[in-house]
């Protein structure tokens, strides 16, 4: 394990992430945590931007050479990066008696309120902005409204039980964010003024939901009845996003609106490669064919979309009441 790491500390690593936005490095509440986990570690890394596929469940992601670490593999990039060898901030606490507690707290209940608010309690317009402002309108608007539907469902939220998952969602958060404001105190870290991921992925909760979300948000007004919780976001906000450029932080690229990933996308790099050119595996070129494909049957999804709505009668057609007022012209 200790050769494999050394052998990947001279290459650069990259990670790709959606855009930033809200005056956050990337406003994306699955790739902020990334972000900040390899702050808090010191890794150096650059940082690259990735509009084309604003729906892949592969980003964000971590790459080096041939090396790639996906998000919708093994747990996600971080689990990835500490099973690898190459970066671990939880060797010494996963022991602690209520690990287990806080991290289902972060990633059941908080995550799951963050992830209402953007797509449902509020009208949307930031959840717009970070997923789909590069795409044309009709493109981006399906897609939204298709990602609105697939949350409701993931959520379990119907026209019948919607006040009430909504008071239970709020419920649960609330009870998070004490739970985690006793835990944090005055400390830096969540534990023994130590960061670890947690503290990354709760760090990038606050500042998403503190930056992101409109200032009628509930959730919102939910974490700044917590001043301990605002202080720790705001000040390590500023030491790891706005200290400036370091030898540890990262260097900003965007990715070409004309490129297209692959397996292992270090195409992306702006540095020759001399390596010779190996064979495809077939994982490979089944990516590259989903990439080729992808805005074709997003086209397609539209046509089907005006079509099957062109069937119904006005009448007949059923908005839920908080999608009837979005609009992104």
């Given at each position: 394990?200790?050769q ?76 990835c ?7 671990d ?48 309108w ?55 003024d ?42 390590l ?56 494909y ?36």
């Amino acid at each position: 394990m200790e050769q494999v790491a050394g052998e990947r500390e001279a290459e650069e690593f990259t990670l790709v992430a959606r855009k930033p936005y809200f005056d956050l490095p990337t406003a994306c509440p699955i790739c902020l945590p990334l972000f900040i986990y390899l702050k808090l570690a010191h890794f150096p890394f650059r940082l690259s931007f990735n509009s084309i596929f604003p729906d892949s469940d592969q980003i964000p992601y971590v790459e080096s050479g041939t090396y790639v670490a996906y998000n919708n593999e093994n747990s996600g990039v971080v689990e990835c990066l500490k099973k690898d060898g190459i970066v671990d901030l939880d060797s010494e606490f996963q022991s602690a008696p209520d690990w287990v507690s806080i991290q289902a707290m972060i990633n059941s209940w908080l995550a799951d309120a963050l992830t209402y608010e953007l797509w449902v309690g509020t009208d949307g317009r930031s959840a717009y902005k970070i997923y789909y402002s590069d795409l044309s309108w009709p493109i981006g608007k399906v897609l939204f409204l298709k990602q609105v539907y697939s949350v409701k469902q993931r959520l379990g939220i119907t026209k019948d039980n919607a006040e009430h998952r909504e008071d239970e969602i709020y419920r649960r958060a609330k009870i998070a964010y004490g739970a985690l404001s006793t835990k944090l105190g005055e400390q830096n870290f969540l534990f023994d003024d130590r960061p670890s991921s947690l503290d990354a992925t709760f760090l990038g909760h606050v500042l998403v939901t503190l930056h992101a979300l409109p200032d009628t948000s509930v959730l919102r007004s939910k974490v700044l009845e917590h001043d301990n919780i605002v202080r720790y976001a705001e000040k390590l906000k500023t030491e790891l996003i706005e200290s400036g450029s370091s030898s540890s932080g990262p260097q900003f690229r965007s990715v070409p609106s004309s490129s297209t990933p692959r397996k292992g996308p270090s195409n992306w790099s702006s540095k020759p490669k001399s390596k010779p050119k190996r064979e495809k595996t077939e994982e490979e070129k089944t990516f590259k064919r989903r990439a080729k494909y992808f805005l074709a049957a997003q086209l397609l999804a539209v046509l089907l979309f005006l079509s099957m709505m062109g069937g119904y009668d006005s009448g007949d057609l059923e908005l839920d009441d908080e999608d009837e007022g979005i609009s992104f012209n």
